[in-house]
């Protein structure tokens, strides 16, 4: 029967949130945003292993409780994005068959609803196709000069802002990580290298409340959805 897992790439450092931890560590709504992304992975039955992918010399990570859940393992990462992901993928090969699912998820990325992430792993495998979350775009979008002037403006209609989690075959991303990698292709996402290796690739509505935690006011954002997500519980 097919599997499906996770990878969370948890080795940055966040630098754009200029704090003193990396921001995967940052406390919010009584917890560190890692511990938060955790719970929502591993709140999904159809889940069957979780990889976090770290920063082995990170010892932050001895205070995440959701480590030491059964079905969570961890990993060393790598310089970029792409490296984390792909050491996830590389750890899964002892347990993964090649035609199982993997979908990567942002650590910091923790109001990621039950509901939304049981619908796009449903969605995905009835498609048996690669899919990423997604909002459309709601505002006006310039394209501008290094300059700063404005040289058109985008039609917002054929735009989305990616989120995560992104899900796709487990052969078929090891393998589109490493070409993408060794090509020096820039990969911001694993649907990039899904893209550049030919594959065609979903989008699928995501939440509005699925926000990555990137700079500083972001937290208070992430703190008010936790709340509403939590309410009641």
Known sequence: MTSVWAVVPAAGSGRRMAAEVPKQYLTVAGASLLEHTLRALLASP??????????????RADQIASLSDPRVFTAAGGDERADSVLA???YLQSMARDDDWVLVHDAARPCLPIAALTGFINQVLADQRGAILAQPVTDTI?????????????????????QTPQMFGVQALREALKAAIQSGASITDEAAAMSLAGYPVQIIAGPACNVKVTVPEDLKLAELYLKSLHAGH
């Not at 159809?46 to 010892?59: F, H, K, L």
């Not at 394209?143 to 990616?162: I, M, P």
């Open 142 to 162: 310039k394209r501008c000069s290094e300059s700063g002037l404005v040289l058109e403006t985008l039609d917002r209609n054929q735009l989305w802002r990616a």
């Open 46 to 59: 159809q889940i069957r292993g979780v990889v976090v992918v770290m920063d082995p010399s990170d010892r």
């Open 88 to 90: 996830g993928l590389q």
